[in-house]
């Protein structure tokens, strides 16, 4: 197509604001839990409900872990923060307003670093503040109502958002993935996207290469997966290109994804603009946070992704891919270092982790909190490997069945008979029978036709059922056959 | 014997406690003046329980507080669980509080009875209480004058003796113009002194809740009650409440601050003439004075007219048909929901308060608007500080006229010209009160003092002084 | 300042309130009349002036992380105009799905 060569030309520019709910456990103005999936509108107080008269009182966490976010990204804290009020009218919003922040946000500016094709790249974060999250419509429960529960309404939020710094769908997933790790790491939030605890809105515009000024964006309102995040944007990006490249014109807007057509499609573009009418909430006033606190906190931050990464590559002599695969969650780190704790082979425990485990989690589309198999089960099961009791085919099967069944490797090894043999005396009588058994292979081979060495190691791993040690099975193999 | 429902709160507090009435006896005599007073219409709801309780109090052995026994009444803005809180408006016409205001829970647990909830203008916006959606409240001195709003059904209810005393609340002069309008003493605190937990907002940096009483005196003990922290509040004062009785009827040295050029500009003689007079009566009591400058009071009523709307304008924002209140007939859709909720639900002056807030806020006006009244704010509040350093409380009137006749004031800004010398205090969150300065045209007028920061025990010190060498407060 | 009509109609909308023709002239007067007095501000220099949002000069008291609320839904919901099964009912929204 004649559009392809000119959409070279083309550059993408996006920014994200993603929202992360903070894992208080109670709301960010009321004392109600912040639980999720409990049935409706038995976690509304009267405060989230916006009774007349109520108040809010803001929860201290909340600010902690506002606070450590921002210490992470390196960003300025301000002594002075201010909550305001953003206005509009939805049956979701139980005051008519949501309590935001606008000028002095909790956390001002910021970076993070991205690793994108070997190539490292800062990310600017231009502010995140703190907001109360909304109830939640549900239109398809009756005819002509939408249902209102307003259990989420007052969990707190922690908006980040980004410098239009992102270059392409994938610089923003592996962005938006960092700040994932992030707020996992700092235990401030859950992350998981399946249940809205981050959620994302992506700002896309394009321009031609080498222009400085932006063109007119578009807004996707809450995307909830990384996946979707890289199809709406890509979406997106084409649909800007084609616009433009057939002298069309892109309307600023809203659009919502639908992850079922894979297409973004224009929100409300009837409605006028909003204008929110945004000032001081004046039943909080400024919020003082001191120096003190800011460096109490800074001292106790935890290990982070990026400094862990790099401890994982000099501790325990991984290569950068495996460190960072291994700390793509909080869990998964911690899993690992558990089980390098009681093996030594931390190369092995890396090659599995990255390799087999991460696949069947992948498999059954689980995330390591999930997983069927415990941290012991797999210690176990490494420490045979190590040790060469059990093969690697063995172990590939065996964690199949960790997956599936309610029973230990032992028993696995037992029931399966999965036992590597690696006697010499033992493998050395039965490479002898599988020789015996087939004398024109043999003659052949000692008349030259040395790529028949791997059918006789096939024999004999056939007749072990693959349980024979290749290891020693090769080296007794060649001196047989030579005899 | 005379009815003790015209004593003093102090007096009925010792006939409580000598056991010369009981409480059911007090709760009676009021009953049965609210209902031979009922034309004054000063109540929306009546507490149908109050005898019962009264009952309860008696059986107590012991007095727990000063005000056990006691019959009050509270402005309808407050929420007391069980009970319908209107706050004068059709739109929470049937709403039934879940829970209570910490104002209504301290005088609860203080033992003291509530015999009704009092009108008022609708959502305390107005200052003649003819925006109530339940109709105007009458002044008892004087039935075709307006008792003063927004607390006028309180304020009117304490004249007529239809109970000890009344809570209200005050976000530009609520309780200070009706306190003057009817004749007695009506006081609002440092903002954030008492808690506004459970208190219908109407612009939340201005409201506070304070107390109507015959006296500074029985105004001291009621205060006291309901001040104090309350962690449901992040904007209430974490300090200590002081003995409020005793800083009432302690010797205090006072040196009262007068913005002449203020009173200068008083248009009506008499008022100005009344003012000057009880300076002169203060002064021959030994009481010193000085002069003082208040630069930029007057721009207090258009700042007040900025940001008193642009708040109303979000917390009214959450009537809106679906978790009480009214609702309209058969919407067609969510917009018509709204739109029509709203517009059936609220009063006139309601809706225009939130269009002119709305106004203030929206793209482009923020600045020259709301931006601006916070500046002309802190520029008053900062000429009180200056005022302060020399005087230990300021002396203006509470309002430049006695209580108007009902109906007569039409144009909104005239009925906003009502709290030019109130509405300063609420910018700046000082202490105030109002006490009766004598009569003109056969009306009450009020001389408010202000107080700085916290020093509401000032402010009843030199009420009480006043008091002491007058008898305007006694009827 | 003048309001004009189109500015009433915008202010009315962001504020979901319906104002009928026949009102429509006395309201603007009255809000004119109102912003004329408000407009005396402009007479004050608050050039070097930082806008004072609050009254209280003091530090924002926190809560601690805490939950003690004993949420009494049915008891909330009871002053609902319209709800269903612990649910509030608003119309249909349709704008997003």
Not at chain 1, 107 to 131: D, M, P, Q, Y
Not at chain 2, 7 to 15: D, G
Not at chain 2, 193 to 217: E, H
Not at chain 2, 384 to 390: P, R, S, V, Y
């Amino acid at each position: 197509m004649s559009t392809n060569s000119k959409s070279f030309n083309w550059e993408p520019v996006i920014g994200l604001e993603i929202h992360v709910q903070l894992s208080t456990k109670s709301k960010i103005f009321s004392n109600a839990p912040t639980e999720f999936g409990i049935e409706q509108n038995l976690q509304a107080s009267i405060i989230d409900l916006g009774l007349p008269g109520v108040l809010p009182v803001l929860n201290k966490k909340a600010i902690e872990m506002a606070v450590r976010f921002g210490c992470s990204i390196n960003a300025n804290i301000s002594n002075h923060a201010i909550f305001a009020r953003k206005n509009y009218f939805y049956p979701d919003l139980p005051k008519g307003y949501q309590i935001s922040q606008l000028d002095d946000p909790i956390v001002g500016e910021g970076s993070v670093e991205i690793e994108i094709e070997n190539e490292k790249k800062l990310i600017g974060i231009t502010r995140a503040h703190l907001e109360e999250d909304a109830g939640k419509s549900i239109h398809d429960k009756y005819d002509n109502s939408s249902a209102i529960d307003l259990n989420r309404a007052g969990t707190p939020l922690l908006e980040i958002v980004s410098e239009p710094d992102l270059r392409s769908a994938k610089e923003a997933v592996c962005y938006l993935k960092k700040i994932h790790s992030i707020v996992t790491f700092l235990d401030i939030s859950d992350g998981d996207m399946s249940q809205g605890s981050m959620r994302c809105d992506a700002n896309v515009s394009i321009r031609k290469k080498g222009e400085t000024k932006l063109g007119n964006r578009t807004e996707i309102k809450n995307i909830n997966s990384f996946k979707f995040v890289e199809k709406a944007i890509n979406f997106e990006i084409s649909r800007q290109i084609n616009l433009l490249e057939s002298d069309n014109f892109i309307e600023q807007e809203t659009r919502l994804y639908d992850s079922q057509k894979d297409e973004t499609r224009s929100m409300r573009s009837k409605e006028h603009a909003n204008d929110y009418r945004y000032f001081p909430e004046p039943d909080l006033i400024p919020l003082e946070i001191s120096n003190d606190f800011i460096q109490d906190i800074k001292n106790s931050l935890p290990e982070l992704p990026d400094q862990k990464i790099e401890r994982f590559c000099s501790e325990y002599k991984l290569n950068s891919y495996e460190a960072e695969i291994l700390n793509s969650s909080k869990e998964m780190s911690n899993f690992y270092e558990k089980i390098a704790q009681s093996i030594k082979n931390t190369k092995l425990i890396a090659k599995w982790m990255v390799g087999d485990f991460s696949a069947i989690l992948n498999k059954y589309g689980s995330s390591v909190e999930e997983s069927k198999i415990s941290c012991d089960d797999l210690t176990d099961l490494l420490q045979k490997l190590d040790e060469d009791k059990i093969s690697d085919p063995a172990a590939k099967k065996i964690i199949e069945i960790l997956w599936n069944e309610n029973i230990t490797v032992e028993e696995i090894i037992e029931r399966e008979n999965l036992k590597q043999i690696s006697n010499e005396d033992d493998i050395g009588e039965l490479i002898e029978k599988v020789i015996k058994e087939n004398p024109k292979q043999l003659e052949q081979y000692r008349n030259g036709k040395e790529k028949l060495f791997g059918f006789f190691v096939g024999q004999v791993m056939k007749t072990t059922q693959g349980s024979a040690d290749p290891k020693v099975v090769n080296k007794i193999l060649k001196d047989k056959l030579k005899q | 014997m005379s009815n003790p429902t015209s004593q003093s709160l102090i007096e009925q507090i010792n006939l409580l406690e000598k056991k010369e009435i009981s409480s059911l006896e007090l709760t009676q005599l009021y009953l049965t003046n609210i209902e031979k007073n009922k034309d004054l219409n000063c109540f929306i709801s009546l507490n149908d329980k109050a005898l019962e309780e009264a009952k309860k109090i008696d059986k107590l052995k012991e007095r727990k507080s000063l005000l056990q026994g006691i019959p009050l009444a509270h402005k309808d803005i407050f929420c007391a669980e069980g009970y319908k809180t209107t706050c004068g408006s059709k739109m929470l016409e049937n709403f039934i509080s879940p829970y209570s205001s910490t104002v209504f829970d301290k005088l609860k647990k203080s033992n003291s009875i509530m015999v009704g909830k009092t009108n008022m203008d609708e959502f305390a916006m107005g200052s003649s209480n003819e925006t109530s959606y339940f109709g105007n409240v009458k002044n008892p001195i004087n039935k075709k004058r307006s008792p003063g709003g927004s607390s006028g059904g309180s304020a009117a209810a304490v004249r007529a003796n239809l109970c000890a005393f009344a809570t209200g609340t005050d976000t530009g002069g609520s309780i200070r113009q009706p306190a003057s309008f009817c004749g007695i003493t009506g006081i609002k605190p440092t903002y954030g002194r008492v808690s506004r937990w459970g208190m219908v907002a109407f612009a939340s940096s201005l409201d506070q809740a304070g107390i109507f009483a015959k006296s500074a005196i029985d105004a001291s003990i009621a205060l006291e009650i309901i001040s104090g922290f309350d962690e449901k509040d992040s904007t209430s004062i974490n300090e200590n409440v002081p003995k409020l009785i005793n800083e009432t009827t302690s010797e205090m040295d006072h040196i009262i601050g007068i913005p002449f050029k203020l009173i200068e500009k008083i248009n009506d003689y008499k008022v100005k003439q009344n003012f000057l007079d009880c300076i002169d009566l203060l002064k021959k009591n030994g009481i010193k004075t000085k002069e003082i400058d208040l630069p930029f009071i007057e721009y207090s009523l258009p700042a007040y007219y900025v940001i008193a709307p642009a708040e109303c304008s979000a917390n009214l924002s959450r009537y809106d048909g679906i978790k009480y209140g009214y609702r309209c007939e058969n919407p067609k859709d969510l917009e018509d929901l709204y739109t029509r909720t709203r517009s059936e639900g609220f009063g006139e002056e309601v809706k225009k308060r939130i269009l002119i807030g709305t106004y203030c806020l929206s793209a482009g006006y923020f600045d020259a608007y709301y931006l601006k009244a916070q500046k002309i704010r802190a520029r008053i509040t900062n000429s009180f500080k200056e005022a302060f350093k020399n005087v230990t409380v300021i002396a203006m009137p509470t309002c430049s006229n006695e209580a108007f006749e009902l109906g007569s004031i039409q144009d909104p800004v005239k009925m906003y010209e009502q709290d030019i010398y109130t509405i300063p205090a609420n910018l700046a969150g000082l202490p105030a009160i109002s006490v009766p300065s004598g009569l003109i045209n056969k009306m009450p007028l009020g001389l408010q003092f202000i107080g700085n920061h916290l020093d509401e025990g000032k402010i009843l010190n030199i009420s009480h002084e006043f008091q002491k060498i007058t008898d305007y407060h006694v009827y | 300042m003048k309001i004009s009509e189109d500015t009433l109609k915008i202010i009315s909308q962001l504020s979901k309130l319906e104002i009928e023709d026949v009102m429509k002239d006395k309201i603007l007067k009255e809000l004119e009349s109102i912003l004329l007095m408000v407009d005396k501000m402009n007479e004050v220099d608050t050039s070097k002036i930082k806008p004072m949002s609050h009254p209280l000069n003091q530090a924002q008291n926190l809560r601690e992380d805490i939950i003690s609320e004993n949420i009494e839904r049915d008891k909330y919901i009871k002053n609902a105009p319209h709800s269903d099964n612990g649910y509030y009912l608003s119309p249909k929204v349709i704008e997003q799905k």
